[in-house]
């Protein structure tokens, strides 16, 4: 399987477009997902069901049993432990504090055990937490660590996505649109993409978080931090506010670094999303280019101004439920949240972003002939059309942009509705983009531009906290990886911290642009760091480090 390379990329290989030879292994997956009840699409095109799938169980190593003994062995490896030791099962991994007081259980998923369900009490969320490990042909406990893609979820609605309306989410199984957005709709759209399937292929592990099928946490979350506001949140009215980002980044990937045998640089690590996961995933890149070097968002929404998105924003609750208002009440927490607003955070970070979509079933080909318009797909089962034809439009938007900026992008557009697709994208472009990116050296930027509206930040080895009296960004510009040199602008008192790149003790001389003031000289602290404290007006203030 090659990469995809061009601008749109298209699975069915027609006249101009990039192709390669989806269609009948589509359907081989198609018949298999029919029967497995996991992928719910129909198709028509030749091959032989199911081969495929049963050589791939054939294939696969019971992993699972002990991947606790694995995790352990990561922090106090036993003697007799080598490469290829199998692992011993367990339910309730030993782990270190604070992950010793989280009651982390660790189990199969069903009867697949490269497919595990992982629970743990989030203290950030306040409640247990069920997300979904996918475990790759090639996982050992021990040996070289494999990259890990966290894959989030996209939109559950609050008074469809709980256990009362499951019975009538089952007895409609024919509108695959409403199972995205009911009842476990989490779990639902992470089995779209189909991962079992892959895991042949894959060089990385996959964690779904939130896919408990009785109910999802992050409804509306977009997968950031919420904020208490003058507006109450009424369940189910609305969403709950969750702290969805520290979730990620101060819970579930330290965990799963503790207990699997994964890289833990950035290098090793992407994220991935499906329609407002999918938006996520890019705000995921922009706000944190220094945690990933892959970003893959899957009919994800793209510029917040657009008016037919900010319609659908405003009208679901996305920011609103985390406490953002809408782009009139919070304009500065809508274009912090805005990928089309925060894409220069992305420039020189070596992050492979990938964007896709389907086309709606708008072109009669499709509509007639793709099997990704058929069955529980088909436009005539529900309103999947409308929502892939936003994404479509986003979809385009962000190839302008990312052109415009002059930054790398994958482009994939494929036959389908909302969700159709899911599953051939991962096979086709996730799972060969991952694999090389994570194969190549990821490269920092030497200097970097960022900005962001949220009062404490870590970019690029460097942390932020401003003090200012109303919401606003500080931009950091010209800044260099050494710490020796940046350009603050914004408001208010910023204090910084530079990366650690100076002699512990030794003194430093600091120059200030003409307008600014500030100390001479400033030592640095045990850890080689400087502390900045930059008070900010209408100029941009320059620093430069030397000695």
């Known amino acids: 399987m090659g990469r995809f390379d061009g601008q749109i990329a298209s699975i069915t290989g027609g006249p101009g477009e990039i192709g390669f030879g989806a269609t009948a292994r589509f359907a081989e997956k198609a018949r298999r997902a029919q029967r497995n009840g996991e992928i719910p699409v129909s198709t028509t095109a030749s091959g032989v069901p199911g081969q495929e799938w049963r050589k791939m169980l054939r294939r696969r190593v019971a992993v699972l049993a002990g991947i606790v003994a694995g995790a352990t062995s990561l922090l106090a490896p036993p003697p007799q432990a080598t490469a290829t030791s199998p692992a011993v099962a367990s339910s309730s991994p030993q782990l270190p504090a604070p992950f010793s007081e989280w009651n982390v259980q660790l189990s199969p998923a069903e009867s697949d055990q490269q497919v595990l369900r992982l629970t743990f009490d989030s203290p950030r969320l306040g409640r247990m937490v069920v997300n979904t490990v996918y475990l790759p042909d090639s996982y050992k406990p021990v040996g070289p660590r494999l990259p890990v893609v966290y894959a989030l979820h996209g939109t559950t609605l609050p008074a469809l996505d709980n256990v009362t309306t499951c019975p009538a989410t089952a007895a409609v199984e024919s509108l695959t649109f409403l199972q995205e957005i009911a009842c476990g709709g989490g779990s639902f759209q992470d089995r779209l993409f189909d991962i079992p ?132 009440t919070d304009p500065v927490w809508w274009r912090q949240f805005n990928p089309k607003a925060m894409i220069t955070n992305l420039t020189g970070s070596d992050i492979e972003v990938l964007a896709s979509s389907g086309d709606g079933c708008a072109s009669l080909a499709s509509l007639l002939s793709s099997p990704l318009c058929q069955g529980r797909f088909s436009p005539l089962a529900g309103i999947g059309g409308q929502a892939e034809m936003l994404a479509r439009h986003s979809h385009r938007a962000a190839v302008r942009d990312f052109a415009t900026h002059d930054l790398p992008l994958v482009a994939v557009m494929t036959p389908g509705l909302h969700g159709a697709n899911n599953a051939t994208v991962f096979a086709d472009a996730v799972v060969p983009g991952a694999n090389d990116q994570f194969g190549s050296a990821v490269e920092d930027p030497a ?101």
């Open 447 to 547: 200097t970097f531009t960022f900005r962001s509206a949220v009062r404490h930040f870590t970019i690029w080895g460097y942390d932020v906290t401003s003090v200012k009296p109303t919401d606003g960004f500080v931009e950091l510009r010209h800044a260099t990886s050494d710490g020796r040199h940046v350009t603050v602008s914004g408001s208010g008192t910023v204090h910084i911290t530079t990366p650690p790149s100076f002699e512990p003790g030794k003194a430093y001389a600091v120059q200030w642009t003409d307008s600014a003031e500030g100390p001479t000289s400033t030592v640095a602290d045990a850890s080689g760091r400087l502390r900045l404290v930059v008070a900010l007006g209408r100029d941009p203030v320059s620093i430069t480090i030397s000695g």
């Open 197 to 328: 399937s892959q895991l042949h292929a894959m060089r990385f592990l996959v964690v779904s978080p939130d896919t408990d099928p009785a109910g999802s946490i992050c409804q509306t979350c977009s997968w950031i931090d919420g904020r208490e506001d003058l507006l109450p949140n009424v369940y189910p009215a609305t969403a709950r506010t969750v702290a969805a980002d520290s979730f990620l980044h101060k819970e579930l990937y330290p965990l799963i670094e503790a207990l699997f045998n994964v890289r833990t640089d950035r290098g090793g690590r992407g994220v991935i999303g499906f329609s407002m996961g999918g938006t996520a995933a890019y705000v995921q890149a922009m706000m944190h280019p220094d945690v990933y070097a892959y970003v893959g968002s899957v009919s994800g929404p793209y510029d917040l101004d657009d008016p037919a998105v900010a319609a659908v924003w405003t009208a679901f609750g996305y920011l609103r439920d985390q406490g953002y208002g809408t782009a009139v």
